[in-house]
């Protein structure tokens, strides 16, 4: 985000960790991270029939839609109903399931505590995977042939070569899960020291579940044949979200695991925590997409099931941009100032300041009538006002936005600026439209995505904020660490997305 003229962009920091970024383009297994970890001395070994080819990135996207036997007609976007029904309970139930090693070969090591939950999500991604690809693709289904392989350093039995090459347990801290083609498998970070451990000691074993999953949806891709179509990693990478949203919304009564409110957040976690760097093309190779992209494939699925799916490998859903503007805006570092001091720029102004000014100039337009919202420092409450989050309080009377630096300034300064770019959003609406909620949500992602996308401005802005690569993400970031209203934050960065994407427009329905 940014003011001033188009250049001047700042590059917001990142939220959180983004671990060792790996990518799913590997020549031969699919991981579920990205980068340009995939080890060198790797060759692809000559079984491998399912890789993708990313290496050219200027390929064209597969137009051919997976055949359905069924009906011979492709699915289309309009054939599913998306509304989206985030999940009422907060438990999740898991049929009663043992660490079999049956289900889940990881030989050496006692079971630990989440692994009745990830063996009883295994049991049950099998049984989803037979329903999507006979069902949904009209395909003959093939289990899973070479197992699920939980990776540790203890591990006593060696975990299957992939393709003639070994598969070792530092492959695991470069990709944290993958899938073989080659030899059909699918193999996750099992250790006490990785990304997966921490994230289930911290929000419980659902993140290696839906990690899982989204391998699963890789196993789908070979099942039906796009896997070794030259399509960009981002667009198997969407679809694999997708899929392993469909397989966390799956609604089917006899499921061995269903899960609760926590853990779909919980998904989403992890799919943030595995998101491509900041400035990264998303259609460069091992492209995966931003936290906002690859929820937005999750939430696809997610409400839509496996048959939303199907038109994401011939029409991908759209995803953001992230690479930089100019060498000058990358040069900055990403962390514009919170204020002025000490800044020798004599056209500095707080973000504070111009972010208000565009949420008038904005509002103002869309409404037909001025708004002239003042941002003022200060940790006072006043007469029915209401916290939007991090120490941003909503002041009905005087027609006013506090916030209150203690809470808020490290929070813009650890986790980038568009933290507070979403807040003063959330505020703007709540005090000219009087908006709540999702319906909120929606309202800010319009004008995120007017400084976003730019699509269908208001010929009369004048305003030159732009975002940067990583703002969208910080708002996702804000949205998953804020409650509001009690509605879920699947439901919320949905109507983000919805507001994005389509602007004022899109929240009217
Ligand atoms: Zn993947």
């Known amino acids: 985000m940014g003011r001033g003229t188009p250049l001047a962009r700042f590059i917001p920091a990142l939220i959180g960790a983004v671990a060792a970024a790996a990518a799913c383009a590997a020549p031969t297994p699919v991981q579920l991270l990205t980068a340009d970890t995939v080890p060198a001395a790797t060759p692809v070994p000559p079984a491998t029939t399912g890789a993708p080819d990313t290496s050219d990135t200027s390929a064209p996207v597969d137009t051919a839609v997976p055949d359905n036997a069924a ?22 139930v898991v049929t009663p399931a043992t660490f079999d090693t049956t289900v889940i070969t990881g030989g050496g090591r006692a079971p630990s505590p989440g692994d009745e939950l990830v063996a009883a999500a295994v049991v049950d991604i099998e049984r989803w995977l037979n329903y999507t690809v006979t069902e949904v693709y009209g395909r003959a289904h093939r289990p899973l042939a070479g197992g699920v392989h939980a990776v540790h350093p203890d591990r006593r039995d060696p975990t299957p070569d992939c393709g003639g090459v070994a598969t070792e347990y530092r492959d695991m801290l470069d990709y944290v899960a993958l899938y073989c083609p080659a030899d059909d498998f699918v193999a996750y970070d099992a250790s006490d ?18 990690v899982i999953a989204h391998e699963y949806g890789h196993v789908v891709q070979e099942r039906i044949g796009v896997l070794n179509r030259p399509l960009p990693t981002i667009v198997l990478e969407q679809h694999a979200d997708c899929l392993a949203g469909a397989w966390t919304g799956w609604d089917d009564p006899a499921r061995s695991l269903l899960p609760g409110r926590d853990a779909v957040l919980t998904a989403l976690v992890a799919l943030i925590e595995v998101r491509d760097p900041v400035g990264i093309d998303p259609y460069s190779p091992g492209g995966h997409g931003t936290a906002f992209d690859r929820i937005g494939a999750f939430t696809h699925g997610y409400a839509g099931g496996a048959e939303a799916c199907v038109a994401l490998v011939a029409e991908p859903l759209e995803v953001m941009p992230n690479t930089f503007g100019d060498l000058g805006d990358l040069a900055r570092g990403g962390d514009a100032p919170y204020d002025c001091t000490g800044v020798t720029d004599p ?8 972010l208000g000014d565009d949420l008038d100039e904005f509002w103002s337009l869309a409404i037909g009538s001025s708004v002239d919202l003042e941002v003022v420092t200060s940790a006072a409450p006043c007469a029915d006002g209401t916290t939007v989050g991090v120490g941003v309080t909503v002041c009905p009377d005087p027609g006013e ?9 490290p929070v813009y300064t650890t986790r980038g600026d568009f933290t507070l770019g979403y807040l003063l959003g959330r505020a703007w609406v709540e005090l000219t439209i009087s908006a709540t909620g999702a319906d909120a949500e929606c309202l800010v992602g319009a004008w995120v995505g007017d400084l976003t996308l730019g699509r269908g401005r208001n010929p009369l802005r004048e305003s030159t904020v732009v975002t940067s690569p990583g703002d969208l993400d910080e708002a996702v970031d804000v949205i998953m660490s804020t409650s509001v209203d009690g509605v879920h934050a699947l439901e919320r960065i949905a109507s983000l997305r919805r507001g994005v994407l389509g602007g004022l427009d899109a929240c009217n329905r």
């Open 71 to 92: 009906d011979g007609e492709p699915w289309l976007p309009g054939d599913v109903d998306l509304t989206l029904e985030p999940p009422a309970d907060i438990t999740t």
């Open 193 to 210: 020291i990785g990304l997966l451990s921490s994230l289930n000691n911290e929000r419980g074993a659902m993140a290696t579940a839906v």
């Open 347 to 354: 056209e500095c102004r707080p973000a504070g300041q111009f």
């Open 401 to 409: 936005v506090r916030i209150d630096e203690a809470i808020l300034r």
